[in-house]
T-cell receptor, first 113, second 111 residues
Framework: SQTIHQWPATLVQPVGSPLSLECTVEGTSNPNLYWYRQAAGRGLQLLFYSVGIGQISSEVPQNLSASRPQDRQFILSSKKLLLSDSGFYLC????????????FGSGTRLTVV | KNQVEQSPQSLIILEGKNCTLQCNYTVSPFSNLRWYKQDTGRGPVSLTIMTFSENTKSNGRYTATLDADTKQSSLHITASQLSDSASYICVVDTGFQKLVFGTGTRLLVSP
Protein backbone atom coordinates (compact mmCIF):
# COMPACT_ATOMS: atom_id res chain seq x y z
CA SER A 1 0.00 0.00 0.00
CA GLN A 2 1.03 3.57 -0.55
CA THR A 3 2.01 5.85 2.30
CA ILE A 4 3.13 9.44 2.49
CA HIS A 5 5.47 10.75 5.16
CA GLN A 6 5.91 14.39 6.01
CA TRP A 7 8.13 15.88 8.67
CA PRO A 8 8.55 17.58 11.00
CA ALA A 9 5.04 17.84 12.45
CA THR A 10 5.69 21.20 14.08
CA LEU A 11 8.41 23.76 13.64
CA VAL A 12 9.16 27.12 15.22
CA GLN A 13 11.73 29.15 13.35
CA PRO A 14 13.03 32.71 13.73
CA VAL A 15 12.59 35.24 10.97
CA GLY A 16 15.47 35.07 8.50
CA SER A 17 16.32 31.46 9.20
CA PRO A 18 16.30 28.77 6.49
CA LEU A 19 13.60 26.14 6.06
CA SER A 20 13.53 22.60 4.80
CA LEU A 21 10.42 20.43 4.90
CA GLU A 22 10.60 16.94 3.50
CA CYS A 23 7.96 14.65 2.05
CA THR A 24 8.40 11.09 0.83
CA VAL A 25 5.99 8.65 -0.74
CA GLU A 26 6.26 4.88 -0.51
CA GLY A 27 4.62 2.12 -2.47
CA THR A 28 4.27 3.84 -5.82
CA SER A 29 6.42 5.18 -8.62
CA ASN A 30 6.33 8.38 -10.63
CA PRO A 31 3.71 10.08 -8.46
CA ASN A 32 2.55 13.63 -8.96
CA LEU A 33 3.65 15.54 -5.88
CA TYR A 34 2.26 18.74 -4.39
CA TRP A 35 2.97 21.27 -1.67
CA TYR A 36 0.00 23.17 -0.25
CA ARG A 37 -0.29 25.81 2.43
CA GLN A 38 -3.32 26.34 4.61
CA ALA A 39 -3.69 29.69 6.33
CA ALA A 40 -6.14 30.05 9.21
CA GLY A 41 -9.71 30.37 7.93
CA ARG A 42 -8.70 29.93 4.32
CA GLY A 43 -8.72 27.11 1.82
CA LEU A 44 -5.61 25.22 0.85
CA GLN A 45 -3.41 27.06 -1.59
CA LEU A 46 -1.25 25.20 -4.08
CA LEU A 47 2.38 26.28 -3.83
CA PHE A 48 4.27 23.83 -6.05
CA TYR A 49 3.67 20.66 -7.96
CA SER A 50 5.89 18.18 -9.73
CA VAL A 51 5.11 15.54 -12.33
CA GLY A 52 8.64 14.11 -12.43
CA ILE A 53 12.17 14.21 -11.06
CA GLY A 54 13.66 17.66 -11.32
CA GLN A 55 10.42 19.14 -12.67
CA ILE A 56 8.84 21.85 -10.51
CA SER A 57 5.91 24.12 -11.29
CA SER A 58 5.35 27.14 -9.09
CA GLU A 59 1.86 28.47 -8.58
CA VAL A 60 2.42 31.43 -6.31
CA PRO A 61 5.43 33.80 -6.36
CA GLN A 62 6.83 33.76 -2.87
CA ASN A 63 9.73 33.29 -0.58
CA LEU A 64 9.70 29.52 -1.00
CA SER A 65 11.16 27.00 -3.42
CA ALA A 66 10.71 23.29 -4.02
CA SER A 67 12.88 20.50 -5.30
CA ARG A 68 12.39 16.88 -6.28
CA PRO A 69 15.79 15.19 -6.09
CA GLN A 70 14.33 11.68 -6.24
CA ASP A 71 11.19 10.17 -7.71
CA ARG A 72 9.36 9.96 -4.40
CA GLN A 73 10.94 12.82 -2.50
CA PHE A 74 9.65 16.39 -2.47
CA ILE A 75 11.33 19.16 -0.50
CA LEU A 76 10.04 22.62 0.37
CA SER A 77 12.71 25.19 1.20
CA SER A 78 13.34 28.79 2.02
CA LYS A 79 16.62 30.66 2.40
CA LYS A 80 15.17 33.29 4.72
CA LEU A 81 11.81 32.87 6.40
CA LEU A 82 9.32 35.72 6.73
CA LEU A 83 6.60 36.09 9.34
CA SER A 84 4.06 35.62 6.56
CA ASP A 85 5.43 32.13 5.88
CA SER A 86 3.72 30.85 9.03
CA GLY A 87 1.01 28.33 8.29
CA PHE A 88 0.10 24.69 7.93
CA TYR A 89 1.99 23.01 5.10
CA LEU A 90 0.70 19.88 3.47
CA CYS A 91 2.36 17.53 1.04
CA UNK A 92 0.17 15.43 -1.24
CA UNK A 93 0.51 12.88 -4.00
CA UNK A 94 -1.67 11.39 -6.69
CA UNK A 95 -1.27 8.91 -9.50
CA UNK A 96 -0.55 10.24 -12.94
CA UNK A 97 -3.64 10.68 -15.12
CA UNK A 98 -7.30 9.96 -14.37
CA UNK A 99 -9.55 10.94 -11.51
CA UNK A 100 -7.42 9.57 -8.73
CA UNK A 101 -7.69 10.68 -5.16
CA UNK A 102 -5.14 12.99 -3.65
CA UNK A 103 -3.52 11.59 -0.54
CA PHE A 104 -2.28 14.18 1.90
CA GLY A 105 0.47 13.96 4.46
CA SER A 106 -0.17 14.75 8.10
CA GLY A 107 1.08 18.32 7.71
CA THR A 108 3.70 20.60 9.25
CA ARG A 109 2.68 23.48 11.47
CA LEU A 110 5.26 26.21 10.85
CA THR A 111 5.43 29.22 13.13
CA VAL A 112 7.86 31.95 12.23
CA VAL A 113 8.70 34.16 15.20
CA LYS B 1 -12.35 33.72 -10.82
CA ASN B 2 -12.45 30.08 -9.70
CA GLN B 3 -14.23 29.84 -6.38
CA VAL B 4 -15.70 27.20 -4.11
CA GLU B 5 -18.07 28.43 -1.45
CA GLN B 6 -19.30 26.30 1.41
CA SER B 7 -22.12 26.73 3.87
CA PRO B 8 -22.65 26.82 6.70
CA GLN B 9 -19.29 27.96 7.97
CA SER B 10 -19.83 25.98 11.16
CA LEU B 11 -22.47 23.63 12.48
CA ILE B 12 -23.29 21.97 15.79
CA ILE B 13 -25.53 18.91 15.85
CA LEU B 14 -26.46 16.29 18.41
CA GLU B 15 -25.01 12.83 18.15
CA GLY B 16 -27.22 10.57 16.08
CA LYS B 17 -28.73 13.38 14.03
CA ASN B 18 -28.29 13.89 10.28
CA CYS B 19 -26.87 16.96 8.61
CA THR B 20 -26.25 18.33 5.14
CA LEU B 21 -23.37 20.53 4.07
CA GLN B 22 -23.54 22.67 0.96
CA CYS B 23 -21.00 23.56 -1.70
CA ASN B 24 -21.42 25.98 -4.63
CA TYR B 25 -18.67 26.36 -7.16
CA THR B 26 -17.70 28.50 -10.09
CA VAL B 27 -14.73 26.62 -11.47
CA SER B 28 -13.73 26.02 -15.05
CA PRO B 29 -12.68 23.68 -16.42
CA PHE B 30 -14.32 20.99 -14.29
CA SER B 31 -12.90 17.50 -13.98
CA ASN B 32 -14.37 16.22 -10.74
CA LEU B 33 -15.60 17.29 -7.32
CA ARG B 34 -14.22 15.88 -4.11
CA TRP B 35 -15.21 15.99 -0.49
CA TYR B 36 -12.55 15.72 2.19
CA LYS B 37 -12.67 15.37 5.96
CA GLN B 38 -9.94 17.16 7.88
CA ASP B 39 -9.36 16.63 11.57
CA THR B 40 -7.72 19.52 13.38
CA GLY B 41 -3.99 19.60 12.76
CA ARG B 42 -4.11 16.76 10.25
CA GLY B 43 -4.11 16.40 6.50
CA PRO B 44 -7.43 16.07 4.62
CA VAL B 45 -8.75 12.57 3.98
CA SER B 46 -10.76 11.82 0.87
CA LEU B 47 -14.44 10.89 1.31
CA THR B 48 -15.86 10.95 -2.21
CA ILE B 49 -14.93 11.80 -5.79
CA MET B 50 -17.60 12.56 -8.39
CA THR B 51 -17.18 13.23 -12.08
CA PHE B 52 -19.47 15.34 -14.22
CA SER B 53 -21.79 12.45 -15.01
CA GLU B 54 -22.24 11.22 -11.44
CA ASN B 55 -25.14 12.54 -9.37
CA THR B 56 -24.47 10.78 -6.11
CA LYS B 57 -21.71 8.86 -4.39
CA SER B 58 -21.77 7.18 -1.00
CA ASN B 59 -19.06 6.22 1.43
CA GLY B 60 -20.58 4.61 4.50
CA ARG B 61 -22.65 7.21 6.32
CA TYR B 62 -21.47 9.93 3.93
CA THR B 63 -23.47 10.62 0.75
CA ALA B 64 -22.42 13.31 -1.69
CA THR B 65 -24.59 14.70 -4.47
CA LEU B 66 -23.62 16.73 -7.49
CA ASP B 67 -25.74 18.91 -9.75
CA ALA B 68 -23.39 19.94 -12.54
CA ASP B 69 -26.04 22.17 -14.12
CA THR B 70 -26.44 24.40 -11.09
CA LYS B 71 -22.85 23.79 -9.94
CA GLN B 72 -23.91 22.66 -6.53
CA SER B 73 -22.91 19.76 -4.35
CA SER B 74 -23.94 18.55 -0.93
CA LEU B 75 -22.56 16.16 1.63
CA HIS B 76 -25.11 14.38 3.78
CA ILE B 77 -24.00 12.72 7.00
CA THR B 78 -26.35 10.16 8.46
CA ALA B 79 -26.59 9.15 12.12
CA SER B 80 -23.71 11.39 13.15
CA GLN B 81 -21.06 10.19 15.56
CA LEU B 82 -18.70 12.11 17.81
CA SER B 83 -15.85 11.12 15.51
CA ASP B 84 -17.52 13.03 12.68
CA SER B 85 -16.44 16.27 14.36
CA ALA B 86 -14.05 17.81 11.84
CA SER B 87 -13.85 20.24 8.96
CA TYR B 88 -15.40 19.11 5.69
CA ILE B 89 -13.85 20.55 2.58
CA CYS B 90 -15.35 20.70 -0.89
CA VAL B 91 -12.75 20.64 -3.65
CA VAL B 92 -13.10 21.03 -7.41
CA ASP B 93 -10.43 19.47 -9.60
CA THR B 94 -9.83 21.36 -12.84
CA GLY B 95 -7.94 18.42 -14.28
CA PHE B 96 -4.82 20.48 -14.80
CA GLN B 97 -2.95 19.73 -11.58
CA LYS B 98 -5.05 22.35 -9.84
CA LEU B 99 -7.54 21.80 -7.09
CA VAL B 100 -9.73 24.67 -5.96
CA PHE B 101 -10.52 24.32 -2.27
CA GLY B 102 -13.43 25.66 -0.30
CA THR B 103 -12.74 27.04 3.16
CA GLY B 104 -14.66 24.19 4.73
CA THR B 105 -17.53 23.64 7.12
CA ARG B 106 -16.53 23.02 10.70
CA LEU B 107 -18.82 20.37 12.18
CA LEU B 108 -19.11 19.68 15.86
CA VAL B 109 -21.10 16.65 16.96
CA SER B 110 -22.23 17.07 20.53
CA PRO B 111 -23.12 14.17 22.87
Amino acid sequence: SQTIHQWPATLVQPVGSPLSLECTVEGTSNPNLYWYRQAAGRGLQLLFYSVGIGQISSEVPQNLSASRPQDRQFILSSKKLLLSDSGFYLCAWTRTGGNYGYTFGSGTRLTVV
Amino acid sequence: KNQVEQSPQSLIILEGKNCTLQCNYTVSPFSNLRWYKQDTGRGPVSLTIMTFSENTKSNGRYTATLDADTKQSSLHITASQLSDSASYICVVDTGFQKLVFGTGTRLLVSP
